[in-house]
């Protein structure tokens, strides 16, 4: 039995769910004729043409049984007429069909009429929508959507404010900061920060391992170093409080006084001096002060060379 081989065309478009089938078969070439031969035909190939009579080969429409088909399909192959098969039958039926195969007629099935169109037949024309582009051709035109929307679940009749969570120390219903203020309320960290101090002092003298006791050693500078940024920052106080007094007690004066920062910054510095006098360390703190100041001096020097 000789199976013809062709293409199969899918209508995923109909309503109706209808797989429809075209066969077609491949005809063989003519031989080539010589070109003399063809030129000069000789007399008994007229006298045979004219004595033929058409023929029609109607094997495709035939409604013989099985034996007759596959007599009349080889016959019209070997002849080299061309066949077409049309079949319109509904998914149901075309499954059924393909159930009631053998395993190796719906192999040679699937090499005929290849992969994608055999899916097709057994599980059906996947129709899935497709989902149109909305995107602008131009930035300044209106955004095109669809009509089609859902109903939301949870639909806003009254639109709500939008709840902002926000910490409350940045908040200004919380008031200005004021560091004077924040200082008197938390002073009591100090006396905390200078026992801890004190604990770290007496951990480094009873630490034998080097590395832990470099690692100690750096945060008690780190605490020394606060301390002493907290001092000056308590002196700056302590001078605003002096200053205000000052200012307090002579405003019924045509001419109040009032100092700017420069003024500020030389009694602050008066101050300093005296501490750093009294500790004996002001020699070592004006040395650092001149090396600094020559190091910024050579950068402002022209390059030689």
Do not use: C, W
Not at 66 to 94: C, R, T, V
Not at 281 to 295: G, I, T
């Amino acid at each position: 039995m000789m199976r013809k081989k062709g293409k199969v065309k899918a209508d995923a478009g109909s309503k109706r769910g209808i797989l429809q089938t075209v066969i077609t078969t491949k005809t063989k070439p003519p031989k080539r004729v010589k070109a003399k031969e063809a030129a000069q035909p000789s007399a008994s190939e007229d006298e045979e043409f004219a004595d033929a009579e058409p023929t029609v080969d109607f094997s495709h429409r035939s409604d013989a049984d099985g034996a007759d088909n596959e007599l009349n399909s080889e016959a019209s192959e070997a002849s080299g007429d061309d066949d077409f098969e049309l079949e319109d039958k509904p998914e149901g039926e075309i499954r059924n069909d393909l159930a009631s195969m053998s395993f190796e007629e719906l192999h040679a099935l699937k090499e005929k009429i290849g992969l994608k169109m055999y899916k097709e037949a057994v599980f059906g024309v996947d129709r899935k929508k497709s989902k149109k582009n909305f995107k602008r051709d131009n930035k300044n035109r209106p955004r095109e959507q669809s009509a089609k929307h859902q109903v939301p679940v949870y639909r806003e009749v009254f639109q709500v404010k939008k709840k902002v969570h926000q910490d409350p120390r940045f908040s200004s219903r919380a008031g200005d900061f004021d560091e004077r203020v924040f200082r008197e309320t938390y002073s009591f960290v100090q006396d905390i920060k200078a026992k801890e101090r004190e604990e770290l002092a007496e951990m480094i003298r009873n630490e034998k391992d080097p590395s832990r006791r470099k690692t100690l050693r750096g945060l008690l500078q780190k605490m020394q170093n606060q301390e002493a940024s907290e001092r000056i920052k308590s002196k700056k106080v302590e001078l605003e409080k002096q200053y205000h007094k000052f200012l307090v007690g002579h405003k019924g004066d045509n001419k109040p006084l009032y100092l700017n920062k420069t003024e500020k910054r030389k009694i602050e510095l008066a101050e300093r001096f005296k501490e750093l006098k009294k500790a004996g360390k002001l020699e070592k703190y004006l040395e650092k002060k001149r090396k600094k100041n020559v190091r910024k001096e050579r950068k402002l020097l022209p390059a030689l060379g």
